[in-house]
């Protein structure tokens, strides 16, 4: 089977789109486009067409024009397309190859009445064009799909493909590199709280910066993939007018330096706002890449989280975010013995394992069908 995945994701550091692909291997061949975002990365995977482009709409057009001079119709039995904002092109690729198969990944939960802009109902509109022509289509919990099934018309029941992921070094990974990158940072004896969530204050980091200043140990907050902006700006004048210690900014990382830093870390934390059903559903990939790691976590209070910690018992969540840390800080050693049993019971590769096999019969169905 010839399969061809498309995604406007940096395929560098985006795991979801990785453990797409990973989940894909074995059906085919499969080739994807994916825009050039982090230049000098290197090559992640075979099959992948680098498309350099100045924005999203250069985006679209380069890539439209590969595929129209790199494929023709009956080619491609298979089009997956990831998240929405690879919908623009996922429909133009759709009209130019006609594939038996056309796959969608819903990653997020966008509802146009809960929009705020144009440019977002627009991204709606074109999401739901692709949700009714898909054969299969994939969200991220089973709380999303009650959601979307009531909300859009779809062909098929829509599948369930939980954020569960591991981070695993590749042939690439140069340990000793991040060893001597970090050797300051992890020198000294601090319970080190990392976070992966940059410093998008949507993501309630500026609540997690000044838990900081409410904790009576000594601790170091660690926020991975900040950019320079105003969100930033917010979280040092925080960190400045409470004066709040050992509080270390780090800039986008591919997955290799992601996995190194979260295993010197001690704790892992993944937060959500609850103003919209995307949010307030969310599925946070994130705690397993801590809990792989074998490290406890922290969440805020959204119904999906407390579900988790209430399930598995590797970690504290709360609105007062420091509770959550101090409730982690003390009862650490059975918190991480909880999440170490996660991966000797390989949770995540058996959940890995059953949603292949649900893909793979749903694909057989729909190919007996075309035929």
């Known amino acids: 089977m010839n399969i061809l995945f498309i995604t406007y994701q940096d395929i560098h550091t985006d795991g979801r789109t990785n453990a797409l692909l990973d989940n894909m291997e074995g059906f085919g061949e499969v080739r994807v486009i994916s825009p050039l975002l982090s230049k000098g990365k290197g090559e992640v995977r075979k099959g992948v067409h680098f498309i ?81 022509k898909a054969n299969i289509v994939i969200c991220a919990n089973e709380e999303r799909k009650t959601i979307m099934e009531k909300e859009f018309k779809t062909k098929n029941s829509i599948m369930v493909f939980d954020n569960f992921r591991k981070l695993e070094y590749s042939d690439m990974a140069n340990i000793s590199e991040f060893e001597e990158k970090y050797k300051e940072l992890f020198a000294d004896s601090s319970f080190n709280i990392i976070s992966t969530a940059g410093c998008d204050i949507s993501r309630l980091t500026d609540k997690l910066v000044l838990a900081m200043k409410n904790l009576n140990f000594n601790a170091r907050l660690i926020l991975v993939g900040c950019k320079d902006g105003a969100d930033k700006e917010i979280l040092k004048e925080i960190i400045e007018k409470n004066n709040i210690n050992k509080v270390t900014f780090i800039d986008r990382v591919n997955l290799d330096e992601l996995k190194y830093l979260i295993s010197k870390s001690q704790v892992g934390v993944s937060t959500y706002h609850q103003k919209n059903q995307n949010n307030m559903y969310c599925s946070s990939g994130k705690i397993y890449e801590y809990v792989y790691e074998g490290k406890p976590i922290v969440t805020s209070t959204n119904p999906t989280l407390k579900n988790v910690i209430d399930k598995y018992q590797f970690g504290a969540y709360s609105d007062d975010l420091s509770q959550a840390i101090e409730d982690v800080y003390k009862n650490y050693e059975i918190f991480k013995k909880n999440a170490e049993t996660i991966i000797e019971d390989r949770v995540v590769e058996k959940k890995h394992e059953m949603f292949k096999e649900e893909l793979k019969e749903r694909m057989e169905d729909e190919l007996n069908v075309y035929r």
């Open 52 to 132: 350099e482009s100045n924005g999203y709409m250069d985006f679209v057009k380069k890539a439209k024009s590969y595929i129209k001079t790199s494929y023709k119709k009956g080619d491609i039995d298979c089009l997956f397309i990831d998240n929405r904002r690879a919908t623009t092109i996922g429909l133009k690729a759709y009209k130019l190859l006609s594939p038996k198969l056309f796959i969608y990944d819903a990653r997020e939960l966008y509802l146009p009445y809960e929009m705020k802009d144009m440019k977002s109902k627009i991204g709606c509109y074109f999401e739901k064009k692709i949700i009714e």
